[in-house]
């Protein structure tokens, strides 16, 4: 049995997130099934993780199992010939067969995107955050420092009582603005459900001075889900790659 | 009565285009229901010109009267507060009894984006065409020159026979290439039936090498629409400004 890799885009707007669910449309379903036309095998894919409804991917990673003979050029071109329009497989690859998408991930980028311009960008409402205040970005670039490094982010977890360790490794987080576009990157070890989006709706509140700077270590401090900005919407973020070599 | 200029930008892809039809969600349609809930007038508007269902606007240009005492500002912002998510007012402005946003448009500048590389961009699907062919933008450009200037445009119109005069004059014609993505930028003093999808068409036919550089000529002077290329799909085509002043 061969090992395949797969890096996939997909625009998150219409399916209801990664993982199967029954009678519910999602990316890993979608995919299975076109697996299985053009294998006529009965496939199930691993991905790095799984992905919210209504997020987005541009590089998601999935290995799977197929005694497939197509090369992997090929087979990526067939595979996408049986995807609907809103998915698409941007890589195809034999792997080791010890290769494992989800347990092998050593650190994964999201991006989160925000226009605050006076007037939506209506080309790009599936894809970013609007707000009407005027976010001030150096704001939340000095407030988000104190993310950095190995933390409890308990805080900005939405599971409650969570199960397992909440301590996570943020290896990069930025935060630019171009015109009336913020963009925050942030790279970690790994993600607590709705991580991203709880930094990006607690960082918010500093850019447009609901909140003091200070706010956030006070945030991190008090690992306490309350205590943080509400969930930013699931529009504006992407899973921009996954990282498997250190 | 006030005579109220806007400026609005819309995605063509879920309307049958700008003007009213019965039973049909058109842009049109939606703005008038729109401003006859906030105004509680019966409001006819008139824009620049139609779109075609499927072709989008960046800044397409419409007046109407009314009554109302809103300031401009705060009027723009009422409109888009009854609008759906997929066409917003830019501006809006108080315009002299005579202005008419149809007959005293001097120019249109269109912009019809293409995309060539191996996998299509999702996020942009419905905004770009994708081709698999690569294209040589230089040859493009070169074909395209000869398009430039006052000609009778009848090969590129698809109402056939027309009715009246098919001679316009483009005053700008350019091909700009950055990575896998093209964008025609196409401005004339009026535009025919479908004319800029028939030329992007046409230049496609270049691109791709499957004509010379020379045919473009020949098209035009042919004035034969069956001699010109295939129509390219609406959903690269944008209608980005109309201008109003030489």
Redesign the interface.
Known sequence: MRNIKLIL???GTDFHGWQMQPGLRTVQETLENALAELTHERIRVNASGRTDTGV?AIGQVVNFRSETKLPADVLMRAI?AHLP??????AAADMPDTFDANRDAKRKLYRYIIHDGP??D??M?R?CHHTRYRLDAAAMARAAACLRGQHDFRSFETEWPNRASSVRTITQLTIHRRDDWLWLDVEADGFLYNMVRAIVGTLINVGRSYWPETRVAEVLEARDRTQAGPTAPARGLFLMRVSYED
Chains 1, 2 share one sequence.
Do not use: K
């Not at 329009?85 to 941007?90: F, I, K, L, Y």
């Open positions: 885009s997909y625009d987005h996408n329009d809103d998915v698409v497989v941007r007037v939506p209506l080309f409402r894809y």
